[in-house]
């Protein structure tokens, strides 16, 4: 198996909420848009999330409920400090709720903050000084 990830599909139990918040909160523009079930945002070359009913989740997992998402952040790296702290502005302003607030992280030399958004995701935010995408698309971190 190749070591690739190509799609995110994230549970989520208020579809419509998801929806507002990213597309019309922070501006992501939907790949695919099938309202009542999923929607397909590109988040980068060859990697797509999703954001599925949770209820259809469920049963495309072949139960009747759907799991909960639990120990997972999504990670948004910036330029810096600044860009922390709008990134995270922008997510409040869309119904998104800070839950640590942009500051020097304990954990190496990163600063970062953390939101919650509608559809109960964990996003972290952050300048990490040894993080960057090289030419060829690799990351690099260090």
């Given at each position: 198996?190749?070591?690739?990830?190509?799609?995110?599909?994230?549970?989520?139990?208020?579809?419509?909420?998801a929806?507002?918040?990213?597309?019309?909160?922070?501006?992501?523009?939907?790949?695919?848009?099938v309202?009542g079930?999923?929607?397909?945002?590109q988040v980068?070359?060859?990697?797509v999330?999703?954001?599925?009913?949770?209820?259809k989740?469920g049963?495309?997992l072949?139960?009747?409920g759907?799991?909960?998402?639990s120990?997972v952040?999504?990670?948004?790296?910036?330029?810096?400090?600044?860009?922390v702290e709008e990134?995270v502005?922008?997510?409040?302003?869309a119904?998104?709720?800070v839950?640590?607030a942009?500051r020097?992280?304990?954990?190496?030399e990163?600063?970062h903050?953390?939101?919650r958004?509608?559809n109960g995701?964990?996003?972290?935010?952050a300048r990490?000084?040894?993080w960057?995408?090289?030419?060829?698309?690799r990351a690099?971190?260090?």
């Amino acid at each position: 198996m190749q070591q690739q990830v190509h799609f995110i599909t994230l549970a989520t139990a208020d579809l419509d909420a998801a929806r507002r918040f990213y597309r019309d909160g922070l501006g992501w523009e939907p790949l695919v848009d099938v309202p009542g079930e999923i929607v397909f945002f590109q988040v980068a070359p060859g990697t797509v999330l999703g954001l599925f009913d949770a209820e259809k989740f469920g049963r495309d997992l072949g139960g009747t409920g759907a799991p909960g998402v639990s120990g997972v952040t999504l990670s948004h790296n910036v330029g810096g400090p600044r860009e922390v702290e709008e990134t995270v502005a922008l997510m409040a302003a869309a119904g998104g709720t800070v839950l640590k607030a942009p500051r020097q992280g304990e954990f190496g030399e990163v600063f970062h903050a953390h939101a919650r958004v509608p559809n109960g995701v964990v996003w972290e935010v952050a300048r990490h000084p040894g993080w960057l995408v090289a030419e060829d698309g690799r990351a690099v971190l260090g």
